[in-house]
């Protein structure tokens, strides 16, 4: 499990280190694994399967997201001012991960009907997420003396997001997408609460994303 975590983190790395340079206009119109490139405004970057039918599927099985904090991030963190423990960055990750299991499954279930399942079936998508690149600025580790820094903005993340059939294990699509905290024009005090606020800002708007996508594509009417 670990290794495979890795190699996807690896993947994901590897893949952004030419998005975050390149305009889509410049990206392979067909990538390795034959997804095509598809403009879109729901994410930087956007791939799918040709002639991939998304309509037949009511349930979703949702894999654990790794994350990984950028490498500039992590090196900073670990020498410089305002110091983070190896042991603080993996309750940081893991407590993203689990808040992005949270998050998309009340979207994804709760808000749209799709139930959340941890095995297979004709009708069930699997997401295989990576959240990658996270930055945050003042990362509040609850360490005396150091509860609160000012910064105008919280960090941000990229989302890094494979979709299979859950049956024959064919990838259908991809999505890759960079979100940050614009902050609020003001620098302003910074702690775990405003960075939890940011992160779940961000987490759903991906996740209400997918769903009115999956929407769109099965024919469903928009909620109220």
Not at 7 to 31: I, M, R
Not at 74 to 99: P, W
Not at 119 to 143: F, K, N, Q, W, Y
Not at 184 to 201: F, H, L, P, S
């Amino acid at each position: 499990m670990k290794m495979r975590r890795s190699l996807l983190l690896l993947t994901a790395a590897c893949l952004l280190s030419g998005v975050a340079f390149a305009k889509q206009d410049d990206l392979p119109t067909v990538s390795h694994d034959g997804l095509e490139l598809r403009k879109s405004k729901l994410a930087d970057v956007v791939y799918v399967r040709p002639g991939a039918d998304f309509s037949g599927y009511r349930r979703v099985a949702i894999l654990d997201c790794p994350v990984a904090f950028s490498k500039d991030w992590e090196r900073d963190r670990r020498n410089g001012a305002g110091r983070v423990s190896q042991k603080e960055m993996d309750e940081i990750k893991a407590s993203l991960s689990a808040e992005f299991l949270k998050v998309f499954t009340d979207e994804l279930q709760t808000k749209g009907g799709y139930t959340v399942v941890t095995e297979g079936a004709e009708d069930v998508l699997v997401l295989r997420p990576a959240i990658v690149d996270l930055e945050i600025s003042a990362p509040d580790t609850m360490a005396p003396g150091r509860s609160f820094t000012l910064s105008d903005s919280a960090g941000g993340m990229t989302l890094y997001l494979e979709i299979f059939d859950s049956v024959t294990g064919q990838i259908l699509a991809r999505a890759i997408d960079r979100q940050e905290d614009g902050g609020m024009g003001r620098i302003q005090w910074q702690n775990a609460v405003t960075n939890k606020a940011e992160a779940d800002r961000i987490l759903r708007r991906w996740a209400s994303t997918l769903r009115t996508r999956l929407d769109d594509l099965q024919g469903k009417a928009p909620a109220n």
